[in-house]
């Protein structure tokens, strides 16, 4: 039987071949990993642990936070502040970054992370994860600042995410392709179990929340309508339907067998651009799926180029295969 590669044989041959890891980055995402195992078992232990429920907070969007939002915000902070590869961090669940305390050595990278995606699961048992996004610290002695972490996506250094569901799967990159590891419970490590991960550019699975149609830009609207009709329509096929509401769990099954996933901006809220976060959802999802060969827009642009003036700013997503993302960007350019 072949050898199983752990996270860490994996990081350490990156390192050495591909010079793409430097060591300060290979603890970083050790770290990642460790705290994603620690939540997994708070994940797992569910109302055995007293981690379902809500806690009586509320985060700087305004939304109410559940216990376990709180647990794993923690959890990554404890994890990452004292080991002297980061400089700061920031949060969803977090109003300002997160500086590293003095008393620990500073190190030259930022994270920021969506502690636990897909709250609204939390209780039902249903798939939730962890995203995280890696930046480097501009050059510089000063301290850092909110404005350090404004970087568009493609500067990303590595980005990420772990889906708790009836396995836990953390997924990476570091620009060199995407690589999925699966958590072995007995060894406690993560086993490398799939590599080169590729998105097929054609599909016939949708991913969007369809009691928001009527809110809808027409571009949207037409997409969907057309995969509605069918083998009778224009599109000459039938479509599928998966909406799980955690965005890791969406993408996880999207970089497994294809398929388009769409949070659209909507009248609901015109002001806002969209209800996910560009810089620790769409930045790091857009990296991944871009990696494996798909494609990641606002309606407008690459979602990696647009360039943050907030920490939580917010954008509208389209990702996936590559020809239905193109198909659906190029609605929004005809009407
Ligand atoms: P979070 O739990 O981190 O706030 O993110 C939830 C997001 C995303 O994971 C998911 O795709 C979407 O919200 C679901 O939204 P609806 O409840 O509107 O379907
Ligand atoms: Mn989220
Ligand atoms: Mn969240």
Same mark, same amino acid.
Request: aromatic share 6%; net charge negative.
């Given at each position: 039987?072949?050898?199983?590669?752990?996270?860490?044989?994996?990081?350490?041959?990156?390192?050495?071949?591909?010079?793409?890891?430097?060591?300060?980055?290979?603890?970083?995402?050790?770290?990642?990993?460790?705290?994603?195992?620690?939540?997994?078992?708070?994940?797992?232990?569910?109302?055995?642990?007293?981690?379902?429920?809500?806690?009586?907070?509320?985060?700087? @969007? !305004? $939304?109410?936070?559940?216990?376990? /939002?709180?647990?794993?915000?923690?959890?990554? =902070?404890?994890? %990452?502040?004292?080991? *002297?590869?980061?400089?700061?961090?920031?949060?969803?669940?977090?109003?300002?970054?997160?500086?590293?305390?003095?008393?620990?050595? @500073? !190190? $030259?990278?930022?994270?920021?992370? /969506?502690?636990?995606?897909?709250?609204?699961? =939390?209780?039902? %048992?249903?798939?939730? *994860?962890?995203?995280?996004?890696?930046?480097?610290?501009?050059?510089?002695?000063?301290?850092?600042?909110?404005?350090?972490?404004? @970087?568009?996506?493609?500067?990303?250094?590595?980005?990420?995410?772990?889906?708790?569901?009836?396995?836990?799967?953390?997924?990476?990159?570091?620009?060199?392709?995407?690589?999925?590891?699966?958590?072995?419970?007995?060894?406690?490590?993560?086993?490398?179990?799939?590599?080169?991960?590729?998105?097929?550019?054609?599909?016939?699975?949708?991913?969007?929340?369809?009691?928001?149609?009527?809110?809808?830009?027409?571009?949207?609207?037409?997409?969907?309508?057309?995969?509605?009709?069918?083998?009778?329509?224009?599109?000459?096929?039938?479509?599928?339907?998966?909406?799980?509401?955690?965005?890791?769990?969406?993408?996880?099954?999207?970089?497994?067998?294809?398929?388009?996933?769409?949070?659209?901006?909507?009248?609901?809220?015109?002001?806002?651009?969209?209800?996910?976060?560009?810089?620790?959802?769409?930045?790091?999802?857009?990296?991944?799926?871009?990696?494996?060969?798909?494609?990641?827009?606002?309606?407008?642009?690459?979602?990696?180029?647009?360039?943050?003036?907030?920490?939580?700013?917010?954008?509208?997503?389209?990702?996936?295969?590559?020809?239905?993302?193109?198909?659906?960007?190029?609605?929004?350019?005809?009407?």
């Amino acid at each position: 039987m072949a050898k199983s590669i752990s996270l860490t044989r994996y990081l350490v041959e990156q390192q050495r071949v591909d010079g793409l890891i430097p060591s300060q980055l290979r603890l970083l995402l050790e770290v990642v990993a460790r705290a994603c195992k620690s939540i997994s078992h708070a994940v797992n232990k569910g109302a055995l642990g007293g981690v379902l429920g809500t806690a009586n907070s509320e985060n700087v @969007q !305004g $939304e109410i936070q559940k216990k376990l /939002d709180i647990i794993a915000n923690e959890v990554l =902070i404890e994890a %990452n502040e004292w080991g *002297g590869h980061l400089a700061a961090m920031a949060s969803e669940e977090m109003d300002g970054i997160y500086l590293v305390p003095n008393r620990y050595p @500073q !190190g $030259e990278y930022l994270l920021l992370f /969506d502690p636990l995606d897909g709250s609204s699961n =939390i209780d039902v %048992n249903v798939s939730i *994860g962890t995203i995280f996004s890696v930046l480097k610290k501009p050059d510089g002695d000063r301290g850092v600042e909110e404005g350090d972490f404004l @970087q568009p996506g493609h500067q990303q250094v590595a980005a990420g995410y772990c889906v708790y569901g009836p396995q836990t799967t953390l997924v990476l990159t570091v620009g060199d392709g995407v690589a999925m590891f699966t958590l072995d419970r007995e060894q406690g490590s993560f086993v490398l179990t799939e590599e080169n991960v590729r998105i097929p550019e054609d599909t016939k699975e949708f991913a969007i929340n369809m009691s928001n149609m009527r809110h809808w830009d027409e571009p949207v609207k037409r997409y969907i309508d057309e995969c509605l009709q069918g083998k009778e329509g224009p599109r000459g096929k039938d479509f599928n339907m998966r909406w799980i509401a955690s965005m890791v769990a969406d993408v996880h099954r999207i970089l497994t067998r294809g398929g388009v996933f769409m949070y659209p901006w909507d009248k609901r809220e015109p002001n806002k651009p969209g209800k996910l976060r560009l810089m620790y959802e769409a930045n790091p999802m857009g990296w991944l799926v871009e990696q494996a060969g798909g494609a990641a827009t606002n309606g407008k642009q690459r979602i990696l180029d647009i360039q943050p003036t907030q920490l939580h700013e917010r954008v509208s997503v389209i990702l996936g295969s590559k020809n239905e993302v193109d198909r659906v960007t190029s609605y929004h350019s005809t009407l």
